[in-house]
């Protein structure tokens, strides 16, 4: 599979809510590493992937612990 690197703007900070994400990214197996950057003003997230998982399911996994995600746009 081709790697992939997704960057997504979200409104993600530092507390208990993180560790729900922190779980679901760690545990995929699709997902290879991940960053978040909360000092950047739009809590950059940057995925990289396999290859075998798509921008719109790791969106979905953040919003499932309650976030917003979107694909960061230059």
């Not at 208990?16 to 590493?33: A, F, H, M, T």
């Not at 991940?34 to 809590?43: S, T």
């Not at 990289?48 to 719109?56: A, K, V, Y």
């Amino acid at each position: 599979m081709i790697d992939n690197l997704f960057i997504f703007k979200t409104n993600i900070e530092q507390g208990e809510r993180v560790n729900g994400i922190k779980e679901d990214l760690n545990s995929n197996p699709y997902i290879q590493s991940w960053y978040l950057d909360q000092e950047d003003k739009d809590n950059v997230l940057k995925v990289q992937t396999d290859g075998s998982i798509r921008e719109h399911e790791v969106i979905a996994i953040v919003k499932s612990n309650g976030f917003h995600c979107e694909i960061l746009t230059d």
